[in-house]
């Protein structure tokens, strides 16, 4: 939560389910994705498949697998959460 606090981004993190849910309701499909996008999935969490993340997301730069941590991962991981972050930012940078 306070990733969205500090940065303003709680809006824009919630268009992504306003935007489902209206494409649900209309039958309209939503633009792929084309901002630069990062996953991290940790071990005890959803496991997201490449092919659909893929076909929503065009510019995945980053795409990460870790062997512990879960869906709160700042609390079950935080150390790898945070060095992806960090990964995920420096290749941003160049």
Do not use: K
């Not at 709680?10 to 935007?19: G, M, N």
């Not at 309701?25 to 092919?51: H, N, S």
């Amino acid at each position: 939560m306070s990733l969205y606090w500090f940065t303003n981004t709680a809006a824009s993190a919630a268009r992504f389910y306003y935007e489902n849910h209206r494409a649900a309701l209309t039958g309209e499909p939503a633009e792929p994705t084309t901002v630069p996008l990062g996953l991290a999935a940790f071990a005890f969490d959803f496991r997201a498949v490449r092919r659909f993340a893929e076909r929503d997301h065009h510019n995945i730069v980053a795409w990460n697998t870790y062997d512990r941590g879960g869906h709160w991962a700042t609390h079950d991981a935080s150390d790898l959460l945070a060095e992806d972050i960090r990964q995920f930012f420096a290749t941003m940078a160049r």
